[in-house]
């Protein structure tokens, strides 16, 4: 650590984002005093391309070999700013991002304080980039097999997707046959196409597909590896083992209807006359709209957002039951023309293509609309007397008469919530993939890249990832099957290598970090009695580092040491400025 | 005296707040003992031979080759000599965990000198002190002044004190460490960089540990030694008893653990780390088999004294140095 | 509703209720809220809560709310249609109500009151000192027992409806407020002039209205007919021009379809108009026939005018859009009551 | 100038971290006494950081993890749960209110949270005073 370090720092105004709240003039010429910073400038834009060549321009003209760049977070520009230093020749880990805007200009008031807090960061970053040695990128093969979890229309258009073009796909599905909810549905929203001749034709398709081999009756427990190299155990329903090679998954593992048992207003399960909207499709599939008694129902009530858009159940927006339950009132309307067809609503959500126009046809068709408090006074469905000549009433306040009403109802069709499915959460472990509060996968990024995730490799697309109507599915499985193939093209990918290693002359081979490993990426050599870490298998968090009580193990760019003289380049400046 | 061809080095050996095990541990080299006379003059040893401090200051500077300093610097004392043979002797090695770490006198720095002396001076159960008399560093008698070192608030170790060339760990050193060192030293092989731990492993205890060690290190409680019937074969850690071993390195040839005692840390840390105790606790809660914050707690009250026992050798030495009142 | 269908506009169901019209409304004030309010009752078929609104009266149909409204569900003739709803629900005979709803009942009626004129002009075989006198009585009889058995009871079912059952509990002094504005209302329509770009729209209605009042008097007060005095005859002139010339631009702008309250003119709309213009006109005509001295030898032209005026006295004035004259100033006043007794009404509860 | 604590933050950059910037995205405003490090997992988070941040001057430290369960890394969180205790004993041992240690859960969607926290937290710590742990290593040697 002797020989001499040249750091140059860049102070980003970004223009006026983080210039409006800190002093950049002043932090550049501040960190300018620290030992081994040759040069400390401020730019209006440093990721702009003249940024960036000033950074490379910089670095040969000075030699820098360390350069520190303090403006956005590190989570949005940092690989930007390492191709510039891999353009100039220097190695991509001799960088450090100090993050002074999400963490400091947008959110500090004093002009002053937020400078003082800007210094200290950098000083931080020039502490801590002392510590940086050079890694060098490690690239693997990719396998061109895909692994789709989830049989639905989402998973199935990604296996056609993919499978056409030539590639290996298994498809895996927990049920005994394809299809998911789709199967279920009688007609679709808003043009009234039949569900099975979407969904019929495309299952032929993936049946006689030789690239696409489906696994029905099969369940997901554990998944090796990492982007390119992934493998599986799974044990179809005829119970032999199969191991599975592949190099990329996609999660299309869909949603489950939410059980309205839960909400003892609507007595589901104790009226026999009140049933959920997959019933009702499978009434509609039949063609017989009858009521448990056999009996064609003179009202029919359709009630909205059950268990949706409620803090006790799912605060979120389920977003197809509202199409769904207009496509039922068209359906009953042709079905039963003088029946008496009531919605009852909190918002009609018709957003999709065509679907406004569906809901202002729709609504001209004699269909009694009402409006309830979604959030403090759901309906209420109790048995009807016998003068009532119907079998149940639905009593709530009608928000837009301000009248408390009592709606007849021979037949309730509740619009159920979509939530997540109950093996969720073991799939989210089996791939590495983490979960909202919602249990919904969390994409890599809400609306830059809604199909992939924090983890290389692994894609998730519709309903798991949260509710979405056919079109979005398809078009999310279509997303990823296009982004999985052209990986596939380039035939290699870089792969994380900020992972641990074991410094042999130290470790005393306690094993204290074997078990630590969440990825069993640790295993302990018998002979040489020391821990050695998989380097492909390690995914660089750093626990183990933090637990082997030798210090024997040392997580690549997060060292001990670059820590450690981080927190003191942090403290050092905020204290001297305090006193000034 | 046949091989008198090369001078023989001057030695000294001096004790801080110590319990005098290490100096014993350097008269423990008994036949060796010609060998040590043979190639050294012991120029000062308060404990073994009656050379006063004057015939110290009077030495010209640098003027001792070796000097074993063991001990921790409590006292004003302590402090004075330490200075004076830093600037007597060439090589001042920091003796024992003492003066490396601050070992068990450290643990004072877990109370302030008025809780020791109320402790010391009142409230021990045979003392009878109602007008509660204290030490003076002077006194006066009809004869003259009688003085006395002044007692420090904390315990320091040595390197925080003076500049030391070399540490050897131990409570005490093991003899033979200390006659490799000295050996080598005398027979002017060349020496290891300045600052650098001596007469101990790079690699901590488990590495020379007979006991079988797994990777099932994961426990529901942790017990006492008295509180086990230890199994005499699979190591502690994995039997629920806090071994300091993987954090304190090797060379004492397992003493402790042969004698199915958990290791206590007393030969000090591995290299590069900062803090022992640290490192070691990290360790031992990452082996709570528990995952709720309640079952955490009830396994954190089975170790009974967490800073007593991470920090039994090294209080003085660790980050936080002492507990703050 | 499904009967709302027969009065007019059946387009409520296509309101998902956005509010524009409430909006957009110029009339639309603290306490006094429509469209949206009795489209609602309409869609919900709260016959009841529709009956006890006295916002329909308010509204001149400025048409503002039917442009606005995105799901082309046309506010203002619903208004309209439950205007006539509601002349049918005050009617206590509900003549008007059958009149609205089948159009071959109001041909008979007309035909039935022309036939006995005739009759009554054989009986006294035309001879027109006799027919005259008898039309003359027979106008002031008509206006008196018209008032007393249809209009008024009307009008206090109105009441009934509009603030009785409506719990409007107004302070006492706002009554006599009531009776100012009801006076002031009935004879300026003023209340027009709030709404935008009407004024035009106000002053023809306002002419046709003063010409209507000024002729009803001269006609049957002074006896335009048999009066020697020069003033009351050109007077007489000014009043039956002014009637059938402004009837006659309504006409034209309903034919045109101009504007949004001219687009759905049902037939008891062209009836009112016509027969209003016929009236001004056989009256104009008659006094002509008079001053020219054609009279005797064309006496067909007072039949005319005679057979006219009854069907409108008897059928038009009582069952008829003519109503609209009393419901729109009583409906002020009505409506004032209803501010009143909401200012009450949050003064006690702040 | 009033006592103004510094605390030093060790975030995960997988939830807390990102918590962290979409507070700042949102324009959300909190107390700048904080100062962020980011580190892959909380459970990389070792002790040693934490006594170094001390001795260093810091009056308070702030550990954020991801939400039991949600950890990228499946477990990372429940290590650093674990350490927390432990530590917290050998604080309050050590003499120094175990307050002056926190660790949180914050997802990637909690930036008002995170804000809150930072807060609530910088009250906290201002109301334990300044941590006299630096000026007492300094005066002893």
């Known amino acids: 650590m002797e020989e001499e370090k040249r750091i140059g720092v860049y102070v980003c105004w970004c223009g006026t984002n983080i210039a409006k709240m800190v002093d950049v003039v002043d932090v550049a010429k501040e960190i300018g005093k620290l030992p081994n910073v040759v040069i400390a400038k401020d730019y209006k834009y440093m990721c702009s391309d003249p940024g960036q060549e000033l950074i490379i321009k910089d670095i040969k003209e000075h030699n820098l070999d360390r350069v520190v760049v303090s403006a956005c977070s590190p989570r949005i520009h940092e690989l930007t700013f390492r191709k510039a230093l891999q353009n100039a020749g220097l190695n991509p880990y001799m960088f450090e991002m100090a993050n002074i805007r999400e963490q400091v200009s947008w959110v500090h008031t004093d002009r002053g304080e937020a400078t003082r807090k800007a210094k200290s960061l950098v000083a931080a970053a020039v502490n801590r980039i002392t510590w940086h040695e050079s890694l060098d990128k490690r690239t693997v093969d990719i396998n061109p097999a895909t692994m789709i979890i989830g049989g639905g229309i989402a998973g199935i258009s990604a296996a056609l997707e993919i499978g056409n073009s030539g590639r290996k796909i298994f498809l895996i599905e927990k049920e005994n046959k394809l299809g998911g909810h789709l199967a279920g549905v009688d007609l679709t929203f808003p043009y009234m196409y039949s569900a099975d001749q979407i969904l019929k034709p495309l299952i032929k398709q993936v049946t006689n597909n030789p690239n696409i081999e489906v696994f029905l009756n099969t369940q997901i427990d554990e998944v090796f590896g990492y982007v390119g190299n992934f493998e599986t155990k799974i044990t179809p329903g005829d119970g032999k083992e199969v191991e599975l090679k592949f190099g990329n998954v996609i999660v299309a593992s869909g949603l489950k209807p939410y059980d309205p048992g839960g909400i003892e207003n609507y007595g589901y399960g104790k009226l026999p006359n009140v049933i959920t909207s997959l019933e009702f499709e499978q009434m509609l599939k039949k063609g017989k709209i009858v009521t448990k008694e056999g009996a064609e129902p003179k009202n029919v009530a359709i009630i909205h957002c059950v268990g949706s858009r409620n803090k006790d159940y799912h605060e979120y927006c389920s977003r197809i039951c509202c199409m769904t339950a207009l496509k039922f009132s068209n359906q009953l309307r042709s079905a039963l023309p003088d029946t008496n067809i009531f919605e009852c609503y909190a918002d009609i959500r018709s957003f999709g293509k065509g679907c406004e126009e569906f809901y202002a046809q729709t609504s001209r068709k004699d269909i009694m609309f009402l409006m309830f408090d979604q959030k403090n006074d759901l309906p209420r469905i109790r048995k009807a007397e016998t003068m009532d000549e119907c079998d149940m009433l639905i009593e709530f306040n009608e928000l837009l008469s301000g009248e408390d009403i009592e709606v007849p109802a021979d037949m309730v069709v509740l619009m159920v919530a979509l939530e997540a499915q109950e093996n969720a959460r073991d799939i989210a472990h089996a791939v590495g993939v983490s979960m909202c509060g919602n249990e919904f996968y969390i994409e890599r990024h809400p609306k830059l890249d809604p199909v992939a995730t924090t983890t290389d490799g692994v894609y998730v697309v519709g309903g798991c990832q949260s509710p979405k109507d056919i079109p979005d599915s398809i078009s999310q499985a279509r997303a990823a099957a296009a982004r999985i193939l052209a990986t596939i093209n380039i035939g290699q990918v870089e792969v994380e290598v900020t992972t641990a290693v074991v410094n042999e002359d130290i470790c005393c081979g306690c094993q204290t970090c074997v078990n630590v490993c969440p990825y069993t990426a640790i295993s302990f050599d018998e002979e040489k009695g020391v821990s050695v870490v998989n380097e492909v298998l390690c995914k660089g968090c750093g626990t183990c580092g933090s637990t082997c009580p030798t210090g024997a193990i040392r997580s690549r760019h997060f060292t001990d040491k670059q820590i450690l003289s981080q927190i003191e380049g942090l403290m050092s400046t905020s204290i001297e400025l305090q006193e000034v | ?325 | 509703m499904k009967e709302m269908s027969q009065y007019g506009m059946g387009t409520w169901n296509a309101c998902f209720h956005c509010g524009n019209c409430t909006a957009v409304c110029s009339l639309t004030e603290e306490g006094i809220l429509f469209p949206r309010k009795e489209i609602r009752a309409l869609q919900m078929g709260l016959e009841d809560k529709l009956a006890t609104s006295v916002e329909p009266w308010l509204c001149y149909y400025c048409g503002d709310c039917t442009e606005t409204c995105p799901r082309d569900a046309n506010p203002g003739e619903l208004m309209m249609s439950v205007r006539r709803w509601l002349t049918a629900k005050y009617d206590w005979t509900g003549l008007a109500g059958l009149f609205y709803k089948s159009l071959s009942a109001l041909i008979i009626a007309f035909v039935l009151v022309a036939i006995g004129i005739v009759a009554m002009g054989f009986v006294k075989d035309f001879n027109s000192e006799a027919v005259m006198y008898f039309g003359h009585i027979l106008e002031f009889y008509l206006i008196l027992t018209v008032f007393t058995i249809i209009l008024i009871p009307n009008i206090l079912r109105m009441f009934y409806f509009t603030v009785i059952k409506a719990k409007v509990n107004a302070p006492f002094g706002s009554y006599i407020a009531a009776i100012g504005n009801l006076i002031t209302h009935m004879f300026t329509q003023v209340k027009t002039l709030k709404c935008d770009k009407q004024t035009v729209r106000w002053l023809e209605h306002f002419l046709l209205v003063m010409g209507y009042l000024g002729l009803l008097v001269i006609t049957v007060f002074l006896d335009w007919f048999g009066t020697e005095n020069q003033i009351i005859i050109y007077m007489g002139y000014i009043t039956g021009g002014l009637v059938f010339v402004f009837t006659f631009l309504l006409m034209i702008s309903r034919l045109s379809k101009a504007r949004e309250l001219n687009k759905y003119s049902q037939p008891t709309d062209w009836f009112f108009i016509i027969w209003l213009f016929l009236m001004g006109f056989t009256a104009f005509l008659v006094r002509l026939f008079i001053d020219i001295d054609l009279l005797n030898d064309h006496f067909w032209i007072y039949m005319v005018h005679l057979i006219v005026v009854s069907q409108w006295g008897m059928l038009l004035v009582p069952f008829g859009k003519w109503t609209h004259f009393l419901y729109r100033s009583f409906a002020v006043s009505f409506a004032n009551l209803k501010k009143a007794a909401l200012i009450k009404k949050l003064a006690t509860a702040a | 100038m009033s006592y103004e604590p510094t605390i030093v933050a060790f975030l995960c950059n997988w939830c807390s971290y990102t918590g962290a910037d979409l507070a700042g995205t949102s324009r959300m405003k909190y107390a700048s006494n904080v100062r962020i490090i980011r580190v892959m997992c909380s459970g990389r988070v070792d002790p040693t950081f934490v006594l170094s941040a001390f001795k260093e001057g810091a009056d308070g430290v702030l550990i954020c993890g991801c939400h039991p369960g949600d950890c990228h890394y499946h477990e990372g969180n429940y290590k650093c749960l674990r350490r927390y205790h432990l530590l917290q004993k050998y604080f309050q041992q050590m003499g120094l209110d175990k307050d002056r240690l926190r660790l949180e859960w914050i997802s990637a969607s909690e930036g008002r949270q995170f804000a809150e926290l930072v807060d609530s937290y910088t009250e906290t710590v201002k109301n334990l005073g300044p941590c006299k742990m630096k000026q007492v290593i300094e005066t002893l040697t």
Not at chain 2, 241 to 250: E, K, S, W
């Open chain 2, 1 to 325: 005296m046949a091989k008198e061809e090369k001078p023989k080095i001057k030695m000294a050996v001096y004790w801080g707040a110590a319990c005098g095990g290490c100096c014993v541990s350097v008269l423990d080299v008994h036949e060796k003992l010609f060998d040590v006379v043979a190639a050294a003059d012991l120029v000062f040893w308060p404990i073994a031979l009656d050379i006063k401090y004057k015939d110290v200051e009077a030495m010209p500077d640098g003027d001792i080759d070796l000097t074993l300093y063991n001990g921790a610097v409590r006292n004003s004392e302590n402090e004075r000599l330490a200075k004076l043979l830093r600037q007597k002797s060439k090589i001042l090695v920091a003796y024992g965990s003492c003066a490396h770490m601050g070992g068990i006198p450290g643990l004072a720095n877990f109370s302030t000198r008025e809780e020791l002396f109320e402790r010391i001076y009142d409230t021990t159960e045979s003392t009878e002190n109602p007008d509660n008399i204290r030490p003076q560093p002077e006194y006066k008698v009809p004869e003259g002044v009688l003085e006395l070192p002044e007692f420090y608030n904390d315990v320091r170790t040595l390197n925080q004190v003076v500049d030391v060339d070399y540490y050897l760990p131990g409570c005490p050193p093991q003899t033979e460490r200390l006659v490799e060192v000295f050996m080598a030293i005398v027979t002017g092989a060349e020496l290891p960089s300045k600052g650098s731990v001596v007469g101990a492993l790079d690699k901590s205890q488990c590495d020379e540990c007979p006991r079988e060690k797994s990777d099932k290190k994961l426990v529901k409680r942790f017990y006492r030694p008295f509180e086990i019937e230890d199994d005499g074969k699979t190591c502690f850690l994995e039997q629920g008893v806090i071994c300091l071993g993987p954090a304190t390195r090797g060379g004492c040839g397992v003493r402790c653990i042969e004698g199915n005692a958990p290791c206590r840390g007393c030969y000090g840390p591995p290299p590069d780390v900062p803090d022992p105790g640290a490192k070691m606790m990290s360790a031992i809660a990452t082996m709570i088999d528990e995952n709720d914050p309640e079952a955490i707690e009830k396994v954190i009250d089975t170790i009974d004294d967490p800073a007593g026992t991470f920090y039994r050798f090294s209080l003085p030495g660790s980050i936080l140095r002492r507990k703050i009142t």
